[in-house]
């Protein structure tokens, strides 16, 4: 059974080469990242009268 499997092979694909990755191309510009305002929730009117009772 050995020699038989032998001769098939595997169905598995061969490994991929490891290393590092390139990284960023020379001279290429990097950006920042764009900043966003803060959006604060208000307090509903609902929670407001609740608040006025007390």
Known sequence: M???L???GTPAQVPKPRGKSP???KGKKRNK???YPMVKKGKS???KA???KN
């Open 2 to 4: 050995l020699g038989l």
């Open 45 to 47: 009117a609902f929670h």
């Open 23 to 25: 990284g960023w191309l």
């Open 33 to 35: 990242r764009t900043r």
């Open 50 to 52: 609740k608040n006025k």
């Open 6 to 8: 032998v001769e098939i």
